[in-house]
Structure formats: structure tokens, C-alpha cells
């Protein structure tokens, strides 16, 4: 099984930064993307954003030009570097992994870390 290892939450400033990690130890797997989530309105999990096994990137309207996906291929870590952070940021964000194994496509989800935007 692939444990998905989240860091980075806590309290910023508006107009802040912080950066958030999050780790897939292991070597029998490869990983074909990679997302961030947050809650809509609706408490339903919206797409922050993905990169692809491609490198390919992807992001909300809402973050973009602020947020940046990035991967560690050696680490098999995505990163989450969030500027000029904003109050409505705020929310639990969780990290999403979709990983092939010798016995297919799995999707993984990791613990929600929390981001608090306030002055």
C-alpha cells in the first residue's frame, strides 16, 4: 500500500506564503498524477491543482497565477507552493495520488492538512 505523507499546513498573513508537501514513499509503483483539493461551497472537494505524469499542470481559476504545482520525481513528492494567499484560501487541503501498481490503477487519498489565511 502507498502511504500518501502531508506537511505544510498552518497560519499565514494575507498576502503570504506557504508551501505544501506531500510524500509517496515507496518504489513498487509508478505515479501517473497528482492533485490538490479543497471543499467547495457545497462541503464537496474541488481541484486545486494537478500535474500530470506528462508535466502537465493544471489549476483552478481561482488560484491561478498564485499557486504552483511542482514534483520531486526522486522523492515522489508534489508540492504546493501557495503566494499571495488569501483569506477565502483557507480550508483543509488533501493531497490526491493516482498510482499503478502490478495490479492496476489506484487512487490515494492523504490526510487533509489545514491553511488558515488571517491576520
Known amino acids: 500500500q502507498v502511504q500518501l505523507v502531508v506537511s505544510g499546513g498552518g497560519l499565514v498573513q494575507p498576502g503570504g506564503s506557504r508551501r505544501l508537501s506531500c510524500a509517496a514513499p515507496?518504489?513498487?509503483?509508478?505515479?501517473?498524477?497528482m492533485c490538490w483539493y479543497r471543499h467547495t461551497p457545497g462541503n464537496q472537494r474541488e481541484l486545486v491543482a494537478t500535474?500530470?505524469?506528462?508535466?502537465?499542470?493544471n489549476y483552478a481559476d481561482s488560484v491561478k497565477g498564485r499557486f504552483t504545482i511542482s514534483r520531486d520525481n526522486a522523492k515522489k513528492t508534489v508540492y504546493l507552493q501557495m503566494n499571495s494567499l488569501k483569506p477565502e484560501d483557507t480550508d483543509v487541503y488533501y493531497c490526491?495520488?493516482?498510482?499503478?501498481?502490478?495490479?492496476?490503477?489506484?487512487?490515494?487519498w492523504g490526510q487533509g492538512t489545514q491553511v488558515t489565511v488571517s491576520s
Open positions: 500535474l500530470t505524469s506528462g508535466r502537465r499542470t
Open positions: 515507496g518504489s513498487n509503483f509508478s505515479i501517473y498524477a
Open positions: 490526491y495520488a493516482r498510482i499503478f501498481v502490478a495490479a492496476g490503477t489506484y487512487d490515494y
